[in-house]
């Protein structure tokens, strides 16, 4: 409750863990994903800083805690190996920083233009989270059994700007990046043989880069937004996401 006092970050609930190692989910979803993914439908427009509701949600259930940022982006480094990355774009600043299960969650200003939630470098865990993306907070659990934690708290550390090396990179990525939106096949919202398409593609790339199915159900929501669809449709589809993986996904 703390994060939407103090900071107005709009909090949401997220599976978490029983006190028995199970997600608070059953165990319905993929195990990578396991306190990882939304606990109740529609959270793209759940979030939020009363503290009523807010703790109504956490009265019986231990979920995790989750953010929809605003008014604040992130970089979210998944190992030491991605931490490294990093450096030849740097200096990189003192910002509120917080520990996750095997990496960390660095937070900063909102650049001008904003920032794109995407992978920046190739061939690493590393993924830049706009305004809007959802982020789990300290002190969730992990699957690793690790609890987040902040190195550089919110409270006393105040959000820094991104070097303007990796927004340069940034920019650089996000120009490729539309240009191979531009070289695609076009995705029809309202064709179900083209979403059916769309979701069999996604899931495909998920298994080859290892990625869990919460992941690649981002990339299925990133390019049905892109493509013009509204927000019945995008629901629709990940309902239909969640049915090909024999899961009920989030509820």
């Not at 900071?7 to 190692?21: E, K, L, M, S």
């Not at 520990?99 to 937070?107: A, I, N």
């Not at 708290?153 to 990046?177: G, I, N, Q, S």
């Amino acid at each position: 409750m703390h994060y939407a006092t103090a900071f107005r970050w709009p909090i949401r609930p997220q599976h978490g863990f029983r006190y028995d190692g199970t997600c608070t989910c059953g165990n319905q979803c993929a195990p990578r994903d396991r306190g990882k993914h939304p606990a109740r439908k529609g959270w793209q427009t759940m979030g939020t800083t009363d503290p009523a509701l807010i703790a109504s949600w956490w009265r019986l259930v231990p979920f995790n805690i989750a953010t929809q940022l605003a008014g604040v982006v992130a970089v979210d480094v998944d190992d030491d190996t991605a931490l490294a990355a990093l450096a030849p774009f740097g200096p990189w600043p003192i910002t509120p920083t917080q520990r996750t299960g095997r990496g960390w969650h660095l937070f900063f200003q909102v650049p001008a233009g904003g920032l794109p939630s995407l992978a920046p470098i190739r061939g690493t865990a590393i993924e830049t989270k706009g305004e809007g993306a959802s982020l789990t907070l300290a002190p969730s659990r992990h699957q690793t059994g690790t609890l987040y934690r902040w190195v550089h708290r919110p409270d006393d550390t105040p959000l820094a700007p991104l070097p303007a090396a990796f927004l340069d990179h940034m920019r650089t990525v996000e120009h490729r990046r539309a240009r191979a939106i531009a070289r695609r096949p076009p995705v029809d919202p309202t064709a179900p043989a083209s979403v059916v398409s769309l979701l069999k593609h996604r899931a495909e790339r998920a298994q080859r880069t290892s990625q869990g199915l919460t992941r690649g159900l981002y990339g299925v929501r990133r390019t049905l937004e892109e493509a013009g669809a509204t927000s019945p449709q995008v629901a629709a589809a990940e309902r239909l996401w969640w049915r090909l993986h024999g899961q009920t996904g989030a509820r």
